[in-house]
């Protein structure tokens, strides 16, 4: 699902911007994942839960990279790496937490006992993920369009030799704190042998 519709998605952030996409993506998440937990029985085939994984899946590769998209527009060139970083290690502990979330509800309502059981636990549990999709849905709106040129030119890249002058003042001046050093492409850095 995610190698055709991801695709799709970036483009068309491109145009409607990232807003719409992360909030349709988390949305459709969200539906999909109650409609699991509403839908599913012990006694259910694949063919009662196949539409709910699609709405799911179509919602996650729409969100995904939108979200990944919209972090890295917001920040500087200079800073994509960290922006990039940042956003990959809170994807990662997001999804360590939806898992305990899911554990834990699925742990109260149910068990791996019987296929009853373990119906009784994973419905809340889908419901619980649900709402964590639907609450994510709504902050989306928070994300703005970054009107920052993301084209490097030449002209954009280079440095001077002023700015060179200062950046040595900025590594002198600050002993302690944060180091801010500019390098234009026409430094020579010298790399450890």
């Known amino acids: 699902m995610a190698l055709a519709v991801s695709p ?3 483009r068309l952030a491109d145009r409607v911007g990232d807003r719409p996409l992360v909030t349709l ?5 969200a539906v999909g994942l109650l409609l699991l937990g509403v839908v599913v029985t012990h006694n259910s085939g694949y063919s009662t839960i196949i539409g709910p994984l699609l709405l799911t899946g179509i919602g996650i590769a729409v969100a995904f990279p939108t ?4 972090v890295m527009r917001s920040v500087p060139l200079t800073h994509t790496a960290i922006a990039s970083g940042v956003s990959n290690t809170f ?25 009853g059981e373990f119906v ?16 994510s849905a709504t902050l989306g709106v928070l994300i703005w369009r970054s009107d920052r040129n993301t084209d490097a030119t030449p002209s954009t890249l280079q440095g001077s030799s002023e700015q060179s002058r200062q950046a040595t003042e900025t590594m002198e001046g600050q002993a ?8 234009s492409p026409n430094d020579q850095i010298a790399r450890p042998r």
Do not use: N
């Not at 993506?25 to 998440?29: P, Y």
């Not at 937490?97 to 006992?113: H, I, M, N, Q």
């Open 8 to 10: 799709l998605a970036g």
């Open 67 to 70: 979200i990944a998209s919209a």
């Open 91 to 115: 994807r990662q502990v997001g999804a360590v937490f939806g898992v305990a979330l899911a554990a834990a509800v699925f742990a109260t309502a149910g068990s791996y006992r019987t296929p």
């Open 176 to 183: 302690a704190g944060h180091l801010r050093v500019r390098v």
């Open 25 to 29: 993506g988390l949305g459709l998440q």
């Open 120 to 135: 009784d636990g994973l419905r809340p549990a889908f419901v619980a993920l649900s709402a964590v999709c639907a609450a």
